[in-house]
């Protein structure tokens, strides 16, 4: 496996947690990970993404399965010695320390002398461009400046791995967004493995070069994010990431490479086998963006009638009821003057493309 | 209260509801402390002569100096004992389940639901010559003569310890319950040790609590007038038996006044240190 220089691989070997409980927090986890790969671990709260990221961290030791950091099994090393530098949700900063004991604590552990100490937390201050803040105390700063320190923090010990754990969740919306570009930016100097763990897709695709989605405990797929979005394996990725029509119907003909689904609501499209085979007269579900649905002239597709428009910027979704009464809805880019539809006017829809509609074996 | 509801002060209720307990106080504490001093700065049993003659008795008689000075150094033992046992406590309190912490919590409290006699008098037993210490020691020939542990500095230190755990257990337990436990993570994680843990992190920030508790059990500690004389019996002598020598047995008000305000101002001396600390420990605190 190839190490950058700032990061080192991290394999997640067939890890699984069982709680003293009995009940299973993550099951058979495997994950491959390259040395200076930003990887997002997304799930909706509960998936066991937290879990695995205390794993990784030495925090809870693993029921089966190994933890390998460059070429180090770790599952004897406690926290302390794994070398893993950990952001918290709530940055977890030391009250009592001021921002440079903080940054330096790590140093201090380690027996690095004080000015040393000092001196290397100026750099990485100046690094998280907080250069000014040394002498304040963590309650100080505002939350976008705290979770710098965190960074800074974490990253004074020369981790080989950075987990971060919900980082941005406790930001609002624009000093999010200015975090999730100076993480990108710190992990692009540093080269540092780094792993997110969040609930939010729109950060996990933003960010990661990879995406791991989790759900109950499982592995429901790892890939690039436009794998995930593009091309998603599970019926559950196609619904938690990005947002999805669901269509109910039956298979008519199937290969590998196609299906024929009769929708419910009342047409025949062809859609792209995802995640198994599919078996003639078998029931699917089909899932279809709203932005890959297209409104047609000819008597293609399936017929419904509109019943709100909602103007969103610099989309249009069309909120569409098709003749199984079920809803549907479709987004259009706004350009130039897009017609505006009537409520009550009788449409027809079809997929863009076959390969953008995906159909999973339903679950009974 | 006669003023119109308008223009009421939310804070004259509270001075309000606090006026029945202010009253009580005024007249069976702040009275009776006033007429102490009054008494105390009398020279003679009479209470004709004034004078500060009590006072320089008490300060040039090494024997009263040597009873204060022991009286102040048992508080710091006691309290020195309860802090080092009665943290691990708080500490564990902390990190077990729930159904742990309920047993815990009750263990910690029984002895304030016993009255002090009853527990004092448990100590005699498990202390004394033929108690249970010295019973066990000696059937499993550990010792041949029993040991003396009653009427021991170490007996009333022991036990002294055990009737005041809660006071120090319990800020303890409230102290270090407002710690966010991401800081041990955090901590852990950037390569600290437990040691380091402890004495970086967990110790500064449980401050607060450790000086509550050390003023509250060193305050009842250097007070506990039946633990102090039925443990320590008639060989030690500590500053609330003298006082109650030298006013119930010797019928000397005014020097038993003197002793009790010097005793008074010296208590005051060490919680204001204590408190002193704790303010300064107070910008750990928050955030």
């Known amino acids: 496996m190839a190490d950058t220089p700032g990061g080192r691989s991290l394999v997640v070997d067939a890890v699984t947690h069982r709680y003293h409980s009995g009940a299973l927090a993550v099951e058979n986890i495997n994950l491959d990970i390259k040395g200076g790969e930003i990887i997002a671990l997304l799930g909706p709260s509960g998936c066991g993404k937290t879990t695995l990221l205390r794993i990784i961290a030495g925090f809870i030791a693993q029921t089966q399965g190994r933890i390998i950091i460059g070429d180090h099994i770790v599952d004897a090393l406690p926290p302390n010695r794994r070398a893993v530098g950990i952001v918290f949700q709530n940055y977890a900063l030391f009250p009592h320390l001021s921002i440079s004991e903080n940054v330096g604590y790590g140093l201090a552990a380690r027996g690095v002398d004080k000015a040393s100490r000092q001196r290397e937390a100026q750099r990485l201050l100046e690094l998280v461009q907080l250069p000014a803040m040394a002498e304040r105390l963590p309650r100080q700063l505002s939350g976008g400046q705290q979770q710098r320190v965190a960074l800074a923090r974490a990253l004074a010990i020369k981790p080989s791995t950075l987990l971060l754990d919900e980082p941005f969740a406790a930001l609002d919306k624009n000093l999010r967004l200015d975090m999730q570009i100076e993480v990108k930016r710190l992990q692009r100097v540093s080269g540092i493995t780094t792993l997110i763990v969040t609930h939010d897709q729109e950060e996990a695709l933003s960010m990661a070069d990879r995406v791991a989605v989790l759900s109950h405990g499982k592995l429901e797929q790892f890939g690039s994010p436009s794998d995930v979005y593009d091309r998603p394996q599970t019926l559950f990725v196609n619904t938690f990431v990005g947002s999805s029509n669901r269509m109910p119907g039956v298979v008519v003909s199937a290969d590998r490479t196609a299906a024929k689904v009769r929708l419910d609501a009342g047409a025949e499209i062809i859609a792209r086998p995802a995640g198994g085979t599919l078996t003639e007269g078998g029931r699917v579900t089909v899932c279809i963006r709203p932005e890959h649905l297209q409104f047609v002239g000819d008597e293609t597709g399936f017929a419904g009638v509109v019943g709100m428009s909602l103007p969103l910027g610099a989309t249009v979704v069309h909120e569409v009821t098709t003749a199984d009464g079920s809803g549907v809805k479709i987004s259009q880019a706004r350009i130039g003057e897009t017609r505006a539809l009537e409520s009550g006017a009788a449409v027809r829809l079809a997929p863009l493309a076959p390969s953008l509609a995906n159909a999973f074996p339903a679950t009974l | ?287």
């Open chain 2, 1 to 287: 209260m006669g003023t119109a509801p308008a223009s009421r002060d939310v804070t004259s209720y509270g001075m309000g509801l606090a006026a029945p307990l202010a009253l009580f106080f005024l007249v069976f504490f702040v009275a009776p402390l006033l007429q102490l001093l009054w008494l105390s700065l009398h020279n003679d049993t009479a209470g004709l002569h004034w004078g500060l003659g009590q006072y320089l008795h008490f300060l040039t008689d090494p024997f009263s100096l040597s009873v204060l000075g022991s009286t102040l150094l048992l508080g710091a033992e006691v309290t020195a004992v309860c802090l080092v046992l009665g943290f691990p406590i708080a500490w564990l309190y902390q990190r077990v389940g729930p159904r742990l912490q309920t047993i815990i919590i009750l263990i910690v409290l029984l002895p304030l639901l016993t009255s002090v006699v009853v527990r004092t008098f448990a100590w005699i037993v498990i202390l004394g010559r033929q108690g249970i210490i010295n019973a066990t020691l000696q059937s499993l020939g550990i010792v041949d003569t029993p040991l003396k542990l009653l009427y021991t500095q170490f007996g009333v230190v022991i036990a002294l310890a055990q009737v005041q755990m809660p006071l120090m257990t319990l800020p303890l337990i409230t102290a270090l319950g407002r710690i966010d436990p991401n800081l041990d993570d955090a901590s852990c994680s950037l390569g600290a040790g437990s040691w380091r843990t402890f004495f970086r992190i967990v110790l500064p920030l449980s401050l607060p609590g450790v000086i509550a508790g050390c003023t509250l059990t060193y305050a009842a500690a250097i007070t506990a007038f039946i633990t102090q004389s039925l443990i320590g019996g008639g060989q030690m002598l500590f500053m609330p038996m003298y006082l109650y020598q030298q006013a119930s047995t010797l019928q000397n008000w005014p020097f038993a006044s003197a002793i009790s305000i010097i005793f008074l101002l010296a208590v005051l001396a060490v919680v204001s240190v204590f408190t002193t600390l704790g303010r300064m420990s107070r910008g750990y605190g928050g955030a």
